[in-house]
């Protein structure tokens, strides 16, 4: 896992600094994420209808188990900021789910460094640009811009 430090950050804004790898996205991920949220509803959970009565082919995933992957790609792809005793999700400005994630495709997260706020706090709230690609596929499953905040140890 690579590592930045707070000083090594303003020269990333603007840059590509994260990329996972490809991510499958099953039917039993769907269908576990359907009991986790009550969501059942059957384009995600009863392939044979949704193969019948979609133009996707098979289920799709929900959107928002698309947006929950971002959390554990970015601990893939994200360096981690020396010193940082916790991070946390501080919210999103902006969500687009652009394409539905059919049962059986991959997925990765693209991370461009969009903003950084580096408080005297220690505080440091990070803006992202997240494009979640679907393998093969001309339009991603979603764009996001993603605000996070670590809290770095003082001297």
């Known amino acids: 896992m690579r590592t930045i430090t707070v000083d090594d950050i303003p020269g990333a804004v603007g840059t590509e600094i994260g990329r996972s790898e490809w991510r499958p996205v099953t039917q039993e991920m769907i269908d576990r994420f359907a009991d986790a949220t009550d969501d059942h509803q059957w384009i995600h959970v009863d392939p044979e ?3 019948r009565e ?5 289920s799709i995933a929900h959107g928002f188990l698309t947006l929950s992957l971002l959390s554990t790609l970015a601990y ?5 900021l020396e010193g940082a005793t916790m991070g946390i999700n501080y ?3 902006k969500i687009r789910f652009q394409a539905p994630v059919k049962t059986g495709s991959r997925v990765r997260a693209v991370f461009m460094l969009a ?3 580096i408080r005297p706090s220690g505080r440091v709230l990070n803006t992202y640009e997240v494009t979640l690609e679907i393998e093969n596929s001309l339009k991603p499953a979603l764009t996001a811009t993603w605000i996070t905040m670590s809290v770095v140890a003082r001297d």
């Open 49 to 51: 209808r949704a193969a």
């Open 54 to 58: 979609t133009p996707f082919g098979g």
């Open 91 to 93: 919210g999103f400005d």
């Open 76 to 80: 893939e792809a994200l360096p981690t």
């Open 115 to 117: 903003n950084a706020d």
